[in-house]
């Protein structure tokens, strides 16, 4: 037999790669010897593409086809080997089968906060993350630059460095954007974007590309977020007043070292000095007594009539009452009506409505 032949049927004759796996990047074939039959039939699929790595040279990059391994189309690896046409001897060379589909939900984030200024807040502690996609987008670079001669390349060994190089863009582009913090969510779309394009120069370099890089979350510290949320829910109630009140008592009522942040201690300290001047006034003075407390209301129900500048007004309720006395409007000799009642009667001789009124002290004694 002859030596040709002999050869030609030790050989495999196809080379090709079908991947199961989800975060393969690079396969290489493996043959004893990296010995291929010239001749031999090369199938690259889509989503894939073919490197021929000889004697650690790239000599040729095959996209998606069926090819037979021949002078005509490997050019480079025919120079390489000073063939003549027309030999068909096995020829020694690596063949790597390298995936060029987009590899999806990668994450990235930051791991120590990123410090900005915001206009409203100062300077704020924020972190971010997200996730991405890669895909290759220029084999030859990607195996002479990233892969080497690793025989089984995933993308695990490689997103570790494009989250460095994402992460070192969105520290620049959150603390150069100027945008608020409190705006930021209604923003992510324009600086993952900006951050795509920034870090597009990089990872070329790399032969790959980030088609989509989405930001998830920017968020805040945990105690000015807690702020934030306080600040919110008296915003609901409508009375900053009470609001500045409730936060002092909460930041003079905490025991040394929960106050949380800087911030929040920082409020707290100043709602604290001022609600201190309100309740004593000047340094040194004695804290004024506090008021006495208002009457207690009647129980409420009963619909009441007064009699008012020669007319009738009602209904009202005993809270509605309680408010014109206040207010220096219903007298104890105002005349009161309701149902069950035989007539109008002066409204501190209502049992119901006595309440109302500061008891009178009694007459003095006679020689007082």
């Not at 996209?63 to 391994?69: A, K, R, V």
């Not at 509605?320 to 035989?342: E, I, K, N, P, Y």
């Given at each position: 037999m002859p030596i040709f032949d002999f050869l030609g049927g030790e050989f495999i004759d196809v080379i090709h790669w079908v991947d199961d796996t989800r975060d393969t990047m690079v396969w290489r074939f493996e043959r004893h010897g990296h010995a291929i039959?010239?001749?031999?039939?090369?199938?690259?699929?889509?989503?894939?593409?073919?490197?021929?790595?000889?004697?650690?040279?790239?000599?040729?990059?095959?996209?998606?086809?069926?090819?037979?391994?021949?002078?005509?189309?490997?050019?480079?690896?025919t120079t390489l080997q000073h063939w003549d046409h027309g030999f068909r001897s096995p020829f020694k060379s690596e063949v790597y089968f390298v995936a060029t589909t987009r590899f999806n939900d990668l994450k990235w984030g930051t791991k120590n906060p990123i410090i900005c200024r915001d206009a409203e807040f100062g300077p704020v502690r924020l972190r971010a993350f997200g996730t991405y996609s890669m895909r290759v987008t220029d084999p030859g670079r990607f195996m002479t630059e990233i892969v080497g001669t690793d025989g089984e390349f995933t993308s695990d060994e490689i997103s570790f460095q494009i989250r460095n190089v994402i992460v070192q863009e969105m520290t620049r582009v959150l603390a150069g954007s100027?945008?608020?913090?409190?705006?930021?969510?209604?923003?992510?779309?324009?600086?993952?974007?900006?951050?795509?394009?920034?870090?597009?120069?990089?990872?070329a370099a790399y032969g790959l590309a980030i088609p989509e890089l989405y930001i998830e979350n920017i968020s805040l510290p945990e105690e000015v977020e807690k702020a934030l949320d306080k600040r919110t829910s008296m915003g609901i109630v409508g009375d900053l007043h009470r609001y500045t009140q409730f936060s002092a008592a909460e930041a003079l009522a905490a025991p040394e070292g929960a106050a949380g942040s800087g911030l929040a201690a920082g409020m707290g300290a100043a709602m604290g000095l001022g609600m201190a001047q309100r309740m004593q006034g000047p340094w040194g003075a004695a804290p004024a007594a506090a008021p006495p407390p208002p009457p207690p209301l009647p129980p409420a129900g009963v619909a009441w009539h007064v009699a008012a500048n020669g007319a009738p007004e009602g209904p009202l309720t005993e809270?509605?009452?309680?408010?014109?006395?206040?207010?220096?409007?219903?007298?104890?000799?105002?005349?009161?009506?309701?149902?069950?009642?035989?007539?109008?009667?002066?409204?501190?001789?209502?049992?119901?409505?006595?309440?109302?009124?500061?008891?009178?002290?009694?007459?003095?004694?006679?020689?007082?």
């Open positions: 039959k010239y001749g031999a039939k090369l199938t690259v699929r889509e989503g894939q593409s073919a490197v021929f790595i000889h004697e650690g040279q790239l000599a040729d990059v095959f996209g998606p086809g069926l090819y037979m391994l021949e002078t005509n189309n490997l050019p480079v690896l100027g945008i608020p913090v409190l705006d930021m969510a209604a923003n992510t779309a324009d600086l993952g974007r900006m951050v795509a394009e920034a870090i597009a120069p990089t990872v809270a509605d009452l309680a408010r014109r006395v206040a207010a220096g409007q219903l007298r104890r000799d105002t005349l009161v009506w309701s149902a069950g009642m035989a007539g109008w009667t002066p409204a501190s001789e209502v049992p119901a409505l006595a309440a109302l009124f500061a008891p009178l002290p009694p007459p003095l004694p006679p020689g007082a």
